[in-house]
């Protein structure tokens, strides 16, 4: 593919409304070129429509398009509406079988890989001190692990597993939701650790992902510790450039989550959002729902200088380097025989973490 005609649209990562593209939205992709999609619920009906609606994503793209969705396990698993729904992490962390986590992230990767789906937005790199949730926090079961080095060792597992199905991985929510009271989808939380207690704690967990995780997820919780004003982590300089790429040496592709989300859209627009983002150090920003939320985006990048869109262009045209592309066709057949053992994975975990009490 030749270089994207309008590349201010690279650092876009943008969801589309509903199962098939209507002429408007076909009209806008081709405008902004974004760098990727996400998918979502609305956009799932069956296989083969899935299947086709990314197929005419990539068509549509100047250049191979990130192409994401979350699937985590258990109740963050988009694909559970045209399949089986896979254990959660806490599901299979109760079962304590390593060989179950492994052949979860194999079966994911086989999955998204059927699909055209490159990039996974999991595993989720947030430990959970308690057996749940430890707050209304957005993290219920999505966690594998009570501690750093339990994750470390769990979502490793997952992690090398997806990837070597040539589906690329994401770990967040950088720096860290463990200690978020409340959950950043409505509003901003505020997590009042020092320093030294996130580094020795949720950072313990990120470091060990920064040679080893195509993509980080940048949250939007205040972390005082860095900003004594409410700045979302995913607009924040010192979290993301300073912290994340200057001293924790990551050199892989940087998001923000949803900048969609209450934790920002109620303290900023989707302009301000977005040049605060890129200035911070993120390489790709996250518009979920809105497509008009990506236009102002686009709009905003337009305006930017060459110098400071370098950082991200320079990170996604590496990301995208060796991008698998779509399969030539959908294979039902396969997709079936996956689905199958997608199903048997989550029994056999169920009936093993039952049996551990």
Same mark, same amino acid.
Request: aromatic share 6%.
């Given at each position: 593919?030749?270089?994207?005609?309008?590349?201010? /649209?690279?650092?876009?990562?943008? /969801?589309?409304?509903?199962?098939?593209?209507?002429?408007?939205?076909?009209?806008?992709?081709?405008?902004?070129?974004?760098?990727?999609?996400?998918? &979502?619920?609305?956009?799932?009906?069956?296989? =083969?429509?899935? &299947?086709?609606?990314?197929?005419?994503?990539?068509?549509?793209?100047?250049?191979?398009?990130?192409?994401?969705?979350?699937?985590?396990?258990?109740?963050?698993?988009?694909?559970?509406?045209?399949?089986?729904?896979?254990?959660?992490?806490?599901?299979?962390?109760?079962?304590?079988?390593?060989?179950?986590?492994?052949?979860?992230?194999?079966?994911?990767?086989?999955?998204?890989?059927?699909? /055209?789906?490159?990039?996974?937005?999991?595993? %989720?790199?947030?430990?959970?001190?308690?057996?749940?949730?430890?707050?209304?926090?957005?993290?219920?079961?999505? $966690?594998? /692990?009570?501690?750093?080095?339990? %994750?470390?060792?769990?979502?490793?597992?997952?992690?090398?597993?997806?990837?070597?199905?040539?589906?690329?991985?994401?770990?967040?929510?950088?720096?860290? @939701?463990?200690? $978020?009271?409340?959950?950043?989808?409505?509003?901003?939380?505020?997590?009042?650790?020092?320093?030294?207690?996130?580094?020795? #704690?949720?950072?313990?967990?990120?470091?060990?992902?920064?040679? =080893?995780?195509?993509? &980080?997820?940048?949250?939007?919780?205040?972390?005082?510790?860095?900003?004594?004003?409410? %700045?979302?982590?995913?607009?924040?300089?010192?979290?993301? =450039?300073?912290?994340?790429?200057?001293?924790?040496? @990551?050199?892989?592709?940087?998001?923000?989550?949803?900048?969609?989300?209450?934790?920002?859209?109620?303290? @900023?627009?989707?302009?301000?959002?977005?040049?605060?983002?890129?200035?911070?150090?993120?390489?790709?920003?996250? &518009?979920?729902?809105?497509?008009? $939320?990506? #236009?102002?985006?686009?709009?905003?990048?337009?305006?930017?200088?060459?110098?400071?869109?370098?950082?991200?262009?320079?990170?996604?045209?590496?990301?995208?380097?060796?991008?698998?592309?779509?399969?030539?066709?959908?294979?039902?057949?396969?997709?079936?025989?996956?689905?199958?053992?997608?199903?048997?994975? =989550?029994?056999?975990?169920?009936?093993?973490?039952?049996?551990?009490?």
């Amino acid at each position: 593919m030749h270089p994207p005609r309008q590349p201010h /649209g690279q650092p876009i990562l943008m /969801g589309v409304p509903g199962p098939a593209l209507t002429a408007g939205t076909r009209a806008l992709i081709r405008r902004l070129q974004p760098g990727g999609f996400i998918l &979502f619920g609305r956009n799932l009906a069956a296989p =083969r429509q899935l &299947f086709d609606l990314i197929a005419e994503l990539y068509a549509l793209s100047d250049t191979t398009p990130i192409v994401t969705i979350d699937q985590e396990g258990g109740r963050v698993s988009r694909l559970k509406l045209i399949g089986a729904e896979p254990p959660s992490a806490a599901q299979l962390c109760r079962a304590a079988d390593a060989d179950l986590i492994r052949e979860h992230g194999a079966l994911t990767g086989q999955l998204l890989a059927l699909f /055209g789906i490159n990039l996974d937005l999991a595993p %989720v790199v947030d430990y959970a001190p308690t057996a749940g949730a430890t707050a209304d926090n957005s993290l219920r079961d999505r $966690c594998y /692990g009570a501690t750093p080095d339990e %994750v470390i060792a769990n979502a490793g597992l997952f992690l090398d597993a997806l990837q070597a199905h040539g589906v690329r991985g994401t770990v967040k929510h950088f720096p860290g @939701y463990t200690h $978020c009271a409340r959950d950043p989808h409505g509003e901003l939380p505020r997590v009042d650790r020092a320093r030294a207690q996130l580094d020795a #704690e949720e950072l313990r967990a990120f470091r060990a992902f920064t040679g =080893r995780a195509d993509a &980080f997820m940048v949250g939007h919780a205040h972390f005082p510790a860095w900003h004594p004003e409410p %700045v979302p982590a995913s607009l924040s300089a010192p979290i993301i =450039r300073e912290l994340l790429i200057n001293q924790l040496g @990551y050199r892989g592709l940087v998001m923000t989550d949803d900048l969609e989300m209450g934790a920002v859209a109620t303290r @900023y627009g989707a302009r301000r959002a977005t040049r605060q983002a890129i200035a911070a150090g993120a390489h790709l920003v996250m &518009f979920c729902h809105n497509p008009a $939320c990506a #236009e102002l985006a686009h709009d905003t990048l337009a305006l930017m200088s060459a110098a400071e869109l370098r950082p991200a262009l320079t990170a996604l045209a590496a990301f995208k380097q060796h991008l698998p592309r779509i399969p030539a066709a959908f294979d039902a057949a396969r997709f079936d025989e996956v689905n199958a053992r997608v199903k048997s994975l =989550r029994e056999r975990a169920l009936t093993l973490a039952a049996r551990r009490g």
